[in-house]
């Protein structure tokens, strides 16, 4: 069954440190999306990209954060000068459709640790 | 603004019935519904949509009150898998595609 990978699992960084964070969607896919969820708490909306280009993002998604579509399989999720509050696990989501209509795909997430 | 989901824990036996609400104070343009395991990435439940149609799985019925701007899930008969933290997300209306989860709420059932 098809399914969304990240890398790395788990990632340790130092504050003010960049973090680049993987993930390859599903292959037929078009929609992707990143959320965080912060140790016990909900999962929230980063952003949401397609066809190149981010369509909607979240407050959370400020200049620190970028992402990119580098070739046709990966989707990045980079993070600049980290800071403690960024710790948390960051899921990579897929879609065939909109995520307005369509059922989501959740990669296993990325454990992101800023010390 | 996030959802509201209650309750926020349910401790239920084996075989026991279930309904876990969600209401929102802004219009909404669809409802959907995830259960994450401990450790685990949210996995797809339901998506109820504005106007009526529903997608999901067979074993899992869900009402959503446009009017009322609420969605209530029902787990019937209860199974221990069925264990875990339940989400609901919200979409509102101008073009939006990412969800709005509530704060989960959590399900433990017992033997």
């Known amino acids: 069954e098809p399914e969304v990978t990240q890398t790395p699992s788990h990632q340790v960084t130092q504050m003010g440190q960049e973090v680049i964070l993987r993930c390859v969607p599903i292959s037929n896919h078009l929609y992707f999306y990143w959320y965080r969820q912060i140790l016990g708490q909900k999962v929230e909306f980063l952003v949401s990209?397609?066809?190149?280009?981010?369509?909607?993002k979240s407050e959370i998604f400020d200049d620190q954060f970028s992402v990119e579509r580098p070739d046709g399989s990966n989707f990045t999720l980079k993070i600049r000068s980290t800071k403690l509050e960024d710790s948390a696990m960051y899921f990579c989501?897929?879609?065939?459709?909109?995520?307005?209509?369509?059922?989501?795909?959740f990669g296993e997430g990325s454990r992101l640790t800023v010390l | 603004q996030q959802p509201v989901q209650s309750p926020q824990a349910v401790i239920l036996r084996e075989g026991e019935d279930a309904v876990i609400n969600c209401s929102s104070s802004k219009a909404l343009y669809s409802v959907h519904w995830y259960r994450q395991k401990h450790g685990e990435a949210p996995v797809f439940l339901m998506i109820l949509l504005k106007g009526g149609e529903q997608k999901g799985h067979e074993k899992i019925s869900a009402s959503f009150n446009e009017k009322k701007q609420q969605s209530s899930l029902y787990l019937t008969a209860s199974q221990l898998s069925y264990s875990g933290t339940y989400f609901c997300g919200t979409v509102s209306g101008g073009g939006a595609d990412g969800l709005t989860f509530g704060k989960g709420t959590h399900l433990i059932i017992q033997p």
């Open positions: 989501a897929s879609s065939g459709t909109s995520g307005r209509i369509g059922e989501l795909f």
């Open positions: 990209f397609y066809n190149n280009e981010i369509s909607e």
